[in-house]
Nanobody
Framework: QRQFVESGGGLVQPGGSLRLSCAAI????????MGWFRQAPGKEREYVSC????????DYVDSVKGRFTISRDTAKNLVFLQLNSLKPEDTAVYYC???????????????????WGQGTQVTVSS
């Protein structure tokens, strides 16, 4: 069964950093465009970032540009999301998923993604 397992979340003070990891279980993520989403309490799931397997390009929602960085380690079958300069409004459960709908490009639409993991909690608070 294909799925992702996220890790690396935690409690951090404003201005701090975390590195989230996303491990692919049962398949090679080299073939997939990968995305990160987040969901805060009482809010809808929000697109955060994407890494295109076609050309290595990346995409970010405006609220995290310049602070978050998505990357991939093909040897370890992992995708990362580096979170810097964290703000309280970044508090959420973070999820990774793979684009499984044609044309398989980066997309902010969560319906185009599959193999969702259980998420990892990020809490930014002083």
């Amino acid at each position: 069964q294909r799925q992702f397992v996220e890790s690396g979340g935690g409690l951090v003070q404003p201005g701090g950093s975390l590195r989230l990891s996303c491990a692919a279980i049962g398949f090679n993520l080299d073939f997939y465009t990968m995305g990160w989403f987040r969901q805060a309490p009482g809010k809808e799931r929000e697109y955060v970032s994407c890494f295109s397997t076609a050309d290595g390009s990346t995409d970010y929602v405006d609220s995290v540009k310049g602070r978050f960085t998505i990357s991939r380690d093909t040897a370890k079958n992992l995708v990362f999301l580096q979170l810097n300069s964290l703000k309280p409004e970044d508090t959420a459960v973070y999820y990774c998923a793979a684009v499984t709908r044609f044309p398989f490009h980066c997309t902010p639409n969560s319906n185009d993604y599959s193999y969702w993991g259980q998420g990892t909690q990020v809490t930014v608070s002083s």
